[in-house]
């Protein structure tokens, strides 16, 4: 599939320029002190917490990343590598809120909606990976990560994305993962975690507890990718030029600093750029310039020979209506003919706040249709099928035909949330709209398949390892 570019050769020139005369002139504040002084020892010019980077430390540690990015699900058959199995479709993560699936009202998030959310994305076929949807209100006061993760890995085995707090808890849930994986060795051969963080926050400043978590993953060879999320307006200039300026800084800004740690160490030009609602100063993540901002900071990561990815196919709207519907599928489609490789678009509304279920099993379908798209148009010369159109001729019909029959099921998506009936039928049906269709199939997946997948001994080796922790019961909706 060839992509659709945004940017000329010569504006992403430009960026990249305008990227390394940032770093070089005003350069970032950075917070932790061991990042300091490791950009010290590697050429960079430290003067207090401000760090400047020459354009020659840059060129040089931004050539030495790899070219692929690798997620691995705790069964391999789930394993994705980004550019090559591109789109890899991820949920988006950490919304403070779920509507409740039974009432309908929107509600703190807690632990048991992360277990049903785990087995929805497990059984869901547009997904590949499962950045863990909601927090978990109920959580134990020291047990913040382990609350979203425990009910995750007993219902999900695709690839998990995580993110931790500070370094007391990302030993935790390391632990964790050592004991679902049978040691320490074990896991690092086939690592299912794939850790996330914001070290770089905008304008310009790498933070402390998420710097020194990228570090430790990038020091132990483990998965573990950043985000830069400028905000134009109000965290990056108020025109798409500054902002990708200002973000491509900072993103190249945490590779050399990952590649610093360990050279070779694979990353992902990962963002979530957005322009802000000067009226309100509002999170416009489902803003179409969202969209146009990703593609174009994916003809960057081209340039950088880097995969790409991001939060993209978001939405503002508050309920899953249409407003739901056109920013999710606008900017979603506008990122995969734009290069994007990773995308973390499911079942979150109302700007990242909000985990929707009917949400979630739309993105599936929309996830399915741009993995279809991907795909493109096959030219092979049965595809063609000179042949059978000579054969058919002028007023014939291909609806019995073997070449039909053959392709009926894989040339097109089989949707099971759009509708395709006509209208006698969809009445028949119930006049079900799209949300009630995919609540029934909310259901439905909930009342199938729901046994834990790790063995009542792990379970019992986890529970005692982890005093107080959550149930992780996987409950029915009724």
């Known amino acids: 599939?060839?992509?659709?570019?945004?940017?000329?050769?010569?504006?992403?020139?430009r960026i990249h320029d305008a990227s390394l005369e940032i770093l070089e002139d005003v350069g970032l504040k950075v917070r932790y002190e061991p990042a300091r002084e490791l950009f010290k020892q590697h050429g960079c010019i430290v003067d207090g917490e401000r760090v400047k980077f020459p354009r020659a430390v840059v060129e040089k540690y931004r050539k030495m990343v790899?070219?692929?990015?690798?997620?691995?699900?705790?069964?391999?058959?789930?394993?994705?590598?980004?550019p090559q199995d591109s789109p890899v479709i991820v949920t988006a993560s950490s919304a403070p809120d779920i509507i409740d699936p039974v009432s309908g009202v929107e509600r703190r998030a807690e632990s048991r909606d992360i277990a049903?959310?785990?087995?929805?994305?497990?059984?869901?076929p547009g997904y590949d990976m499962f950045s863990i949807s909601t927090l978990a209100d109920d959580a134990p006061a020291d047990q913040f990560t382990i609350s979203r993760l425990y009910p995750t890995i007993k219902y999900c085995l695709k690839p998990i994305?995580?993110?931790?707090?500070?370094?007391?808890?990302?030993?935790?849930?390391?632990?964790?993962?050592?004991?679902?994986?049978?040691?320490?060795?074990?896991?690092?051969?086939?690592?299912?975690?794939?850790?996330?963080?914001?070290?770089?926050?905008?304008?310009?400043?790498?933070?402390?507890?998420?710097?020194?978590?990228?570090?430790?993953?990038?020091?132990?060879?483990?998965?573990?990718?950043?985000?830069?999320?400028p905000n134009a307006g109000l965290t990056s200039p108020m025109?798409?030029?500054?902002?990708?300026?200002?973000?491509?800084?900072?993103?190249?800004?945490?590779?050399?600093?990952?590649?610093?740690?360990?050279?070779?160490?694979?990353?992902?030009?990962?963002?979530?750029?957005?322009?802000?609602?000067?009226?309100?100063?509002?999170?416009?993540?489902?803003?179409?310039?969202?969209?146009?901002?990703?593609?174009a900071f994916a003809q960057l990561s081209r340039f950088y020979d880097v995969p790409c990815g991001g939060y993209i196919g978001?939405?503002?709207?508050?309920?899953?209506?249409?407003?739901?519907?056109?920013?999710?599928?606008?900017?979603a489609i506008g990122g995969l003919v734009g290069g994007m490789d990773m995308f973390n678009i499911g079942g979150l509304i109302d700007a990242l706040k909000t985990f929707d279920f009917a949400k979630a099993v739309i993105d599936d379908e929309i996830a399915q249709m741009m993995k279809r798209t991907k795909r493109g148009i096959s030219f092979s010369d049965e595809d063609l099928?000179?042949?059978?159109?000579?054969?058919?001729?002028?007023?014939?019909?291909?609806?019995?035909?073997?070449?039909?029959?053959?392709?009926?099921?894989?040339?097109?998506?089989?949707?099971?949330?759009?509708d395709r009936d006509a209208r006698t039928a969809w009445v028949k049906k119930g006049s079900m709209d799209i949300q009630a269709r995919a609540m029934k199939r909310v259901r439905d997946i909930m009342a199938n398949n729901t046994a834990p997948l790790i063995s009542?001994?792990?379970?019992?080796?986890?529970?005692?390892?982890?005093?107080?922790?959550?149930?992780?019961?996987?409950?029915?909706?009724e």
């Not at 800004?253 to 610093?260: A, E, I, K």
């Not at 058919?392 to 073997?402: D, H, M, R, T, Y």
């Open 1 to 13: 599939m060839s992509f659709a570019t945004l940017l000329t050769q010569e504006q992403v020139e």
């Open 66 to 82: 790899p070219s692929t990015f690798t997620f691995h699900g705790r069964d391999p058959k789930f394993d994705k590598t980004i």
């Open 116 to 124: 049903q959310i785990a087995h929805l994305i497990n059984e869901l």
């Open 161 to 229: 994305r995580v993110t931790t707090t500070d370094h007391k808890d990302t030993m935790s849930i390391m632990e964790m993962a050592y004991m679902v994986a049978g040691g320490k060795e074990a896991y690092k051969e086939h690592p299912f975690l794939t850790h996330h963080y914001c070290p770089v926050v905008s304008p310009l400043t790498m933070d402390n507890l998420s710097t020194e978590n990228v570090m430790f993953f990038a020091r132990e060879g483990l998965p573990v990718y950043p985000t830069i999320v």
């Open 239 to 295: 025109s798409m030029a500054g902002t990708l300026a200002q973000g491509n800084a900072e993103f190249l800004s945490g590779l050399v600093l990952m590649q610093m740690v360990k050279e070779g160490t694979p990353t992902i030009y990962a963002t979530l750029p957005t322009v802000a609602d000067m009226r309100s100063g509002a999170y416009t993540s489902g803003a179409i310039e969202c969209g146009m901002l990703h593609m």
């Open 314 to 331: 978001l939405t503002n709207a508050k309920i899953n209506d249409a407003q739901a519907g056109y920013e999710t599928g606008m900017s």
């Open 385 to 418: 099928a000179l042949n059978l159109i000579k054969e058919v001729g002028p007023g014939g019909s291909f609806i019995v035909a073997k070449h039909t029959i053959n392709r009926m099921k894989t040339e097109a998506v089989m949707t099971k949330m759009a």
């Open 456 to 477: 009542p001994e792990l379970d019992e080796k986890l529970r005692a390892a982890f005093p107080g922790m959550v149930s992780g019961v996987l409950e029915p909706i």
